[in-house]
């Protein structure tokens, strides 16, 4: 009885874990820090970082493009921040990013609730509005779109990237 007992045990771990292998990375809590965290982890790297949110009607029109951008451009990092104001919906919040294709994408969740602090953090000017997007090239250096991105940009801007690795 205990050898069945362990040998289905077993077969449901390993179950479990092939599971777990194919899901979609949790979303991680942003807060206090993790700007600088992020910052350092994307060293030389160019990186996309877009701030968007569950309640905001152009980021629903937005995400699924910078989705097909992802795909399309393996050599950007692409960062993803729910920095809404509305109560942390982290379901609603992944729900949107798989349905755009961005599930594999490095995805935050504001998570302080603080979020003047997390901002400040991020850009002492930024009053808080949603969508922007940070693009950061391999040498540091950031340019910000506030509001929508044109696609047109991202283009141009990862192009110049890529021409220099």
Same mark, same amino acid.
């Given at each position: 009885?205990? %050898? ?5 045990? =077993?077969?449901g +771990?390993l ?13 991680? &809590?942003?807060? %206090? $820090?993790?700007? @600088? ?8 790297r &160019?990186?996309? /970082?877009?701030?968007?949110? /569950?309640?905001? $009607?152009?980021?629903? #029109?937005?995400?699924?493009l910078? =989705? @097909? ?5 393996? $050599?950007?990092d692409? /960062?993803? +921040?729910?920095?809404?104001?509305? &109560? ?5 919040? @992944? *729900? !949107? ?13 504001? *998570?302080?609730?603080? #979020?003047? %602090?997390?901002r ?7 009053? $808080?509005?949603? &969508?922007?997007? !940070? ?12 509001? *929508?991105?044109? !696609? ?7 192009? @110049?990237?890529?021409a220099?690795?």
């Amino acid at each position: 009885m205990r %050898r069945r007992f362990a040998g289905l045990l =077993g077969a449901g +771990i390993l179950i479990a874990s092939a599971v777990g292998l194919g899901a979609a990375p949790a979303l991680k &809590p942003f807060e %206090r $820090g993790t700007w @600088q965290s992020l910052l350092k982890g994307h060293a030389g790297r &160019p990186t996309l /970082v877009h701030f968007w949110g /569950v309640t905001c $009607g152009p980021c629903k #029109v937005e995400l699924p493009l910078l =989705g @097909q951008f992802a795909k399309e451009h393996p $050599g950007i990092d692409v /960062v993803t +921040i729910s920095a809404d104001l509305v &109560p942390n919906l982290p379901a609603a919040t @992944q *729900s !949107m990013l798989d349905r755009a294709g961005l599930s594999s994408a490095e995805n935050f969740i504001f *998570s302080d609730g603080f #979020v003047e %602090r997390l901002r400040f953090e991020i850009d002492p000017a930024w009053q $808080g509005d949603i &969508p922007r997007t !940070m693009l950061i090239a391999r040498d540091g250096s950031v340019t910000t779109i506030e509001g *929508s991105a044109e !696609m047109a940009d991202l283009e141009k801007w990862s192009g @110049q990237q890529l021409a220099i690795h």
